[in-house]
Nanobody
């Protein structure tokens, strides 16, 4: 079992920045593919970003490219999502996810999920 705990969400004005963190435990972190998803009210949960085991490969949805950066610190068992130039449409609950079967996962088929952290961007 892998436990994931997100933090760093909050309320920010449009154009501002937030950094989300997700601390993992229960497995060797460097063997986990990690990802971030988000779910806005009344919508499905969508993929945002993914990072491979080593951190050498990253993937993003088009709407966040150039604004968001996913990274990981395998020594701290933590994955991050740096979010800059935030827009009201980025408002959602953000979820961290982990997969132990593949080096990187860009779809919803992750094995483990965190409880989510709310990000609200005001206009």
């Amino acid at each position: 079992q892998v436990q994931l705990v997100e933090s760093g969400g909050g309320l920010v004005q449009a154009g501002g920045s937030l950094r989300l963190s997700c601390a993992a435990s229960g497995r060797t972190f460097s063997s986990l593919a990690m990802g971030w998803f988000r779910q806005a009210p009344g919508k499905e949960r969508d993929f945002v970003a993914a990072i491979s085991w080593s951190g050498s490969s990253t993937y993003y949805i088009g709407s966040v490219k150039g604004r968001f950066t996913i990274s990981r610190d395998n020594a701290k068992n933590t994955v991050y999502l740096q979010m800059n130039s935030l827009k009201p449409e980025d408002t959602a609950v953000y979820y961290c996810a982990a997969d132990e079967d593949y080096p990187v996962v860009t779809g919803p088929e992750y094995d483990y999920w965190g409880q989510g952290t709310q990000v609200t961007v005001s206009a």
